[in-house]
């Protein structure tokens, strides 16, 4: 807005105004002829705002009009005309050199023209320096300008991407939450299916298995709040589990989904005294999980082998079955999230799994070759009392 003010209204009065003070002092070689350039210089100006595409052409006869508008004024108050005239186009330019020799040519144009009318002296020589170290002033002033406005919209853009991108991994992470608390409510709902359908076969009578389907009733309201909460994350705390009653457990629990599948659960060789800082619900969760994959993993009846033990300072547990084996670029992606060879999975069992397992201080692997079965072992830091 300002920026057309000065060319749309000031530049033409004070075009006004160089001409009546030319005619006013006696200056002027020609007031009609001044006139008319100066109807043209201001008509140039008008026109060249509704022609970007030919600035450099307009800029060229914009400054042979004031020249010819300075020589006919013989007036040195036509400096800020070149002023304003070089202020536009140094707009244009993005480089300090040219801004520099665009400067020096408009001064140089201004200083002939000044020349014609004036004697040469100490004096005039010294004004003329003033003259080019003014233009030099203006480029460096504008280059600073534009360089600075160009940092603040990289800046911008910048914000705004990562906001951008912010918001999309937020939504990324809320799809991925949603299908992970999916994938989990599954598996006791499965558990609880299982339960019910040998219920059915004993008489719709559920008391064997009414311990386990309260408990797993409880763990899907358990999974339910942690999903819910986990908007506010906390440290899980170090709690003290022995690690053999989780595997029992996990194997009571899919004991009778197996059963129906035509397979066995073996768990053998074992160490009842290992504990480790993970809750009794985590491990479920991922020994479960495990459980589930190496059942759906074998299309024939098989087997399925739990081995627990102890390496240095690492309780080490086996999950091997005799399916159909994993590839070996399988192996290399089968933790990442939404990474599935299964028609209807979610991609995010193992994911979670790992990701427990991982932020517990320990490590989650897989073994075996394709038609062999696969071994998943998850290695985990046994318990240390500091007290």
């Not at 010819?68 to 707009?91: G, K, N, Q, T």
């Not at 170290?133 to 991407?161: D, V, Y």
Request: glycine share 6%.
């Amino acid at each position: 807005m300002i920026f057309r003010m000065i060319y749309n209204v000031c530049l033409p009065l004070y075009v006004f105004f160089v001409v009546l003070s030319s005619s006013v002092l006696g200056k002027a070689i020609y007031v009609p002829l001044l006139s008319g350039l100066g109807i043209l210089l201001v008509l140039s100006i008008f026109i060249d705002q509704h022609q970007p595409d030919r600035v450099v052409l307009f800029t060229l006869l914009q400054l042979i009009l004031l020249f010819a508008f300075h020589l006919v004024s013989r007036l040195d108050w036509c400096f800020l005309l070149y002023i304003l005239l070089l202020y536009r186009v140094l707009l244009q330019v993005r480089s300090v050199s040219r801004s520099v020799i665009l400067s020096c040519v408009f001064i140089s144009v201004y200083t002939v023209a000044r020349f014609t009318y004036t004697n040469p002296s100490i004096e005039h020589i010294l004004i003329t320096g003033s003259d080019y170290l003014a233009g030099i002033s203006l480029a460096l002033f504008i280059q600073h300008i534009l360089t600075s406005e160009k940092t603040m919209n990289l800046t911008k853009e910048r914000r705004n991407r990562e906001e951008f991108e912010f918001e999309a991994e937020k939504n990324r992470v809320l799809g991925e939450l949603a299908a992970g608390m999916v994938h989990e409510i599954r598996n006791p709902l499965t558990s609880i299916r299982g339960f019910l359908q040998l219920s059915k076969a004993n008489g719709y009578s559920i008391e064997p298995w009414y311990d386990l389907i309260y408990a797993e009733v409880s763990r899907l309201n358990e999974l339910t709040i942690e999903y819910l909460q986990i908007s506010k994350p906390s440290e899980v705390p170090a709690k003290r589990q022995n690690l053999h009653d989780s595997l029992i457990r996990v194997v009571a629990l899919t004991e009778a989904e197996a059963q129906k599948m035509g397979h066995r659960i073996v768990y053998e060789e074992f160490d009842p005294e290992l504990t480790v800082p993970v809750s009794q619900e985590k491990l479920i969760q991922v020994f479960m999980n495990l459980i589930k994959n190496a059942m759906e993993a074998m299309p024939e009846q098989g087997t399925i082998t739990i081995q627990m033990t102890q390496v240095a300072d690492m309780a080490v547990v086996i999950v091997k079955d005799t399916g159909t084996g994993v590839q070996s670029t399988d192996r290399q992606r089968i933790f990442s999230p939404y990474y599935t060879t299964k028609n209807n999975g979610t991609g995010l069992g193992l994911y979670i799994c790992h990701k427990i397992i991982v932020d517990h201080g320990g490590t989650m692997s897989v073994s075996g070759k394709q038609g062999e079965g696969a071994t998943f072992t998850t290695r985990i830091p046994l318990f240390i009392d500091k007290g």
